[in-house]
């Protein structure tokens, strides 16, 4: 696609229920990354991938987290047990390398009632 | 430790009134410095990349400049559509991760 795609736009899930949520990035570009932004605040990083491989996970706040790549194209960012903190914007970008410019998605605004 | 500090929190000008954000960081192997905006509701939109100090980058009413501390982006003769949140990030060598800032939110009035 012309730019990186995020779905859904917006999730309302319970507390306690297991979200997923879709990255599908920019044609070839082999790095994707996972933010997540509160409100007034800029992105904070959660994991990145090179490739199919998670490159660096050390963002991700605790074990309820967890992200895939399994073609090095698509990715989910999947959340268990979910809790209200949890609830924020998530952004995906992606580039051709990490050193190369990141291009954002629109996000996934999350909230957990 | 990585970090980026962007000053003013929050900026108002009027239409045509210049005027400029600051960018200050500290981090590991500087493989690049970045400045995006962002509407409500939206990501982050690319605007320049920054690789050395010295380096300038022109965007219409925008420009950015890169110290070896900190970078400017400086809006000349602002419209009401350049309103957004203004963020800056870093790219680090150490341990390839995009460090962002807590960004400006500028609001330009007619």
């Known amino acids: 696609g012309a730019g990186v795609s995020q779905t859904p736009s917006n999730k309302v899930t319970e507390k306690g229920k297991y979200v997923e949520l879709r990255c599908d990035p920019i044609s070839g570009h082999t790095a994707l990354y996972w933010y997540r932004q509160s409100l007034g605040q800029g992105p904070e990083f959660l994991i990145y991938f090179q490739g199919t491989g998670a490159a660096d996970d050390s963002g991700l706040p605790n074990d309820r987290f967890f992200a895939v790549r399994p073609e090095g194209s698509v990715s989910t960012l999947k959340i268990q047990r979910t809790e209200r903190g949890d609830s924020a914007v998530y952004l995906c970008a992606s580039s051709l390398g990490t050193d190369r410019t990141a291009f954002f998605g629109q996000g996934t605004r999350l909230t957990v009632v | 430790e990585d970090q980026v500090t962007q000053s003013p929190e929050a900026l108002r000008l009027q239409e045509g009134e210049s005027s400029s954000l600051n960018c200050s960081y500290t981090?590991?192997?500087?493989?690049?410095l970045f400045w995006y905006r962002q509407d409500p509701g939206k990501g982050p939109e690319f605007l320049f990349t920054?690789?050395?100090a010295g380096e300038e980058k022109e965007k219409e009413r925008l420009k950015a400049t890169l110290t070896k501390k900190e970078s400017f982006l400086h809006i000349t003769a602002p419209k009401p559509e350049d309103s957004a949140t203004y963020l800056c990030?870093?790219?680090?060598?150490?341990?390839?991760?995009?460090?962002f800032g807590t960004g400006t939110l500028l609001a330009v009035q007619p």
């Open positions: 920054l690789y050395s």
């Open positions: 981090v590991s192997g500087l493989r690049g």
């Open positions: 990030a870093v790219l680090s060598g150490a341990t390839n991760k995009l460090i």
